[in-house]
């Protein structure tokens, strides 16, 4: 069975870059066609995807994001990671990270971490 958990500072200062890591078990980030995602949501809101990579390293950004965010991964740790740069107090919300299906949907999700944005 796939998991996937997510680690990385739970308190980052406004302007500065957000960095978390998906670590991934039971099966491999390079599995075709799988992609892997990062999705937030912020307190009182829904789900909003961020960025995507998939199983051959191409990536994927929200447009509201694009300009702030990198997704990378370690393919011999089984990692992918997020950087989002410039954060706001707007950025704050629980970050997920997920398997996407090949035909849409995510079959396994991470437990969340949250993400709080202060001075």
């Known amino acids: 069975q796939v998991q996937l958990q997510e680690s990385g500072p739970g308190l980052v200062k406004p302007s500065q870059t957000l960095s978390l890591t998906c670590t991934v078990s039971g099966g491999s980030i390079t599995t075709t066609y799988y992609t892997w995602s990062w999705i937030r949501q912020p307190p009182g809101k829904g789900l909003e995807w961020v960025a995507d990579?998939?199983?051959?390293?191409?990536?994927y950004y929200s447009p509201s994001l694009k300009s702030r965010t990198s997704i990378s991964r370690d393919t011999p740790k089984n990692q992918f990671s997020l950087q989002l740069g410039s954060v706001t107090p707007e950025d704050a919300a629980v970050y997920y990270c997920?398997?996407?299906?090949?035909?849409?949907?995510?079959?396994?999700w991470g437990q969340g971490t949250q993400v709080t944005v202060s001075s």
């Open positions: 990579i998939a199983y051959d390293g191409s990536t």
């Open positions: 997920a398997r996407g299906m090949p035909g849409g949907g995510y079959g396994y």
